[in-house]
């Protein structure tokens, strides 16, 4: 089926096609309930925002069609703000469910690889969906480091000082700088979609700017009730040090704001860190790349 596999840029007429790609059982569930439980793809309006929010950030979402049918999708991003270096990040590839060992994963990565080519990058990232390790190791990937998962619980007075923070909106995002937690995505994704997606997020962020040097910066990313994820930025690579303070600030504006549990994803080097913060660890998540 390979060579009959076409590779395009999407349009708004894939939408129904995404659907079918990632949920089809969603189909004839209340708009509410499909945006809940599968995301931008199972909405038209969503999916016209989403891929305007990927070009509006010099990615672009790629489809996979064969027959006249949507057989997948890769979803790529510059990230800039990596601290391993510039690169282009897929953060989604998935291939329809019947129409798997195909062949469409593979025209999607060489498709990806090409396109971030085509933009003067010369690496491909992504951490891998569960059991894809191997998948992604015969296109050309390696393990080059991992990340960690970690939650804590707040109670109040437990972070640091937060007299100097100033409240930042969506036009303050922090361009130029390195993404040190929350390194699950590229950061200005995160910082974009927190803002502006009104589809599947109910509840809004609030973004800081600390009085510490470099002026580093942090958003708070709710995704449950009393639930947030810490996502931070500071100017180049921070000693470890740094980022101790940055997340103990970052702790007690989360307790201002109400929440009660924060999630961060940070490189492995970062790991005694969390554990001085008394972070419990969850999970750790492979990074892969690819030179180009």
């Not at 969503?46 to 949507?70: D, I, M, P, S, W």
Request: hydrophobic share 40%.
């Amino acid at each position: 089926m390979d060579k009959g596999v076409v590779v395009r840029e999407a349009d708004r007429g894939d939408c129904s096609g995404l659907l079918d790609v990632h949920c089809p059982w969603a189909r004839g569930l209340p708009r509410g309930e499909r945006l809940r439980r599968c995301g931008w793809w199972a909405d038209r309006e969503a999916c016209e925002f989403y891929l305007g929010l990927y070009r509006r950030l010099g990615g672009e979402v790629l489809v996979a069609v064969a027959g006249g049918t949507v057989a997948g999708e890769a979803e790529l991003l510059p990230h800039d703000d990596c601290l391993l270096g510039p690169s282009v990040y897929i953060n989604v590839l998935w291939v329809r469910g019947d129409m798997r060992r195909r062949g469409v994963g593979r025209r999607l990565v060489e498709a990806a690889a090409e396109w971030a080519q085509g933009r003067g990058y010369s690496r491909l990232d992504v951490i891998p969906e569960d059991g894809s390790e191997g998948f992604y190791a015969k296109m050309g990937f390696t393990r080059r480091v991992e990340q960690v998962k970690a939650v804590k619980p707040l109670e109040r007075g437990s972070g640091g000082a937060t007299s100097h923070a100033r409240s930042l909106g969506l036009q303050e995002a922090p361009e130029g700088m390195a993404l040190v937690a929350g390194v699950y995505r590229p950061g200005l994704y995160t910082w974009y979609t927190a803002w502006l997606d009104t589809y599947t997020r109910a509840w809004r962020p609030q973004a800081y700017q600390l009085g510490l040097d470099g002026e580093p910066v942090v958003l708070l990313d709710p995704f449950s009730e009393g639930r947030a994820s810490i996502i931070a930025w500071t100017r180049g690579r921070p000693d470890p040090g740094l980022l101790e303070t940055v997340l103990a600030a970052a702790e007690e504006l989360a307790v201002a704001a109400g929440v009660w549990e924060v999630f961060v994803q940070t490189w492995e080097w970062y790991e005694p860190v969390l554990a001085r913060r008394e972070y419990r660890v969850i999970d750790k998540a492979p990074w892969l790349s690819r030179r180009l």
